[in-house]
């Protein structure tokens, strides 16, 4: 008799936590597909009109790459940095740029970034906010360095222009 009982609570426990576990989790926050897709576009014809073959990605809250695009002939490396420094911004929720400023006086953030191989801590990744909310992020890679301005640099002037596009409209 107690080792049936003990079986239908241990029954009971899986069941329960299988229902559990089963909830579908909140939807990750995002730019309306058609806002994301014109942020990558402003920003890929702003690097375009300084000479850069440039990649832009988007990403949602939950870090889920929404839109990739890539200039005709912009690098393997671009694509992979547009994504990567859109991934950074939305998962610390800050610009790359002022991450990168900021782990120079802050040592725990700088173990924290260096830790973590999936952050990508250069300029050119900006969140996209709806209100204080960060619902996504954009990313911009694939600018080299011109006239002593750095890659990064000029990577984070077409991330700008993308979200400065959309910004107004974002929820």
Same mark, same amino acid.
Request: with cysteine; glycine share 10%; aromatic share 2%.
């Given at each position: 008799?107690?080792?049936?009982?003990?079986?239908?609570?241990?029954?009971?426990?899986?069941?329960? #936590? +299988? @229902?559990a /576990? &089963?909830?579908?989790a909140?939807?990750?926050? *995002?730019? =309306?597909?058609?806002?994301?897709?014109?942020?990558?576009?402003?920003?890929?014809?702003?690097?375009?009109?300084?000479?850069?073959?440039?990649?832009? #990605? +988007? @990403?949602? /809250? &939950?870090?889920?790459?929404?839109?990739?695009l *890539?200039? =005709?002939?912009?690098s393997?490396?671009?694509v992979?940095?547009?994504t990567?420094?859109?991934?950074?911004?939305?998962?610390?929720?800050?610009?790359?740029?002022?991450?990168?400023?900021?782990?120079?006086?802050?040592?725990?953030?700088?173990?924290?970034?260096?830790?973590?191989?999936?952050?990508?801590?250069?300029?050119?990744?900006?969140?996209?906010?709806?209100?204080?909310?960060?619902?996504?992020?954009?990313?911009?890679?694939?600018?080299?360095?011109?006239?002593?301005?750095?890659?990064?640099?000029?990577?984070?002037?077409?991330?700008?222009?993308?979200?400065?596009?959309?910004k107004?409209?974002?929820?």
């Amino acid at each position: 008799m107690i080792g049936q009982l003990a079986l239908r609570s241990g029954l009971f426990l899986v069941a329960t #936590s +299988i @229902v559990a /576990s &089963a909830q579908p989790a909140a939807p990750a926050r *995002a730019p =309306d597909m058609t806002l994301a897709l014109e942020a990558a576009q402003t920003a890929l014809s702003t690097c375009a009109a300084n000479g850069v073959k440039a990649s832009a #990605s +988007i @990403v949602d /809250s &939950a870090g889920v790459l929404k839109v990739l695009l *890539a200039a =005709d002939g912009a690098s393997k490396a671009a694509v992979e940095s547009s994504t990567k420094k859109a991934f950074t911004a939305n998962a610390l929720k800050a610009a790359t740029f002022d991450i990168l400023e900021k782990m120079k006086t802050d040592k725990a953030l700088e173990t924290k970034v260096n830790a973590d191989t999936t952050l990508f801590v250069r300029p050119g990744g900006l969140p996209l906010m709806a209100g204080n909310d960060v619902i996504g992020a954009i990313g911009v890679g694939g600018a080299s360095t011109l006239n002593g301005v750095s890659g990064g640099e000029r990577d984070a002037v077409c991330a700008t222009a993308g979200l400065e596009k959309i910004k107004a409209r974002l929820k």
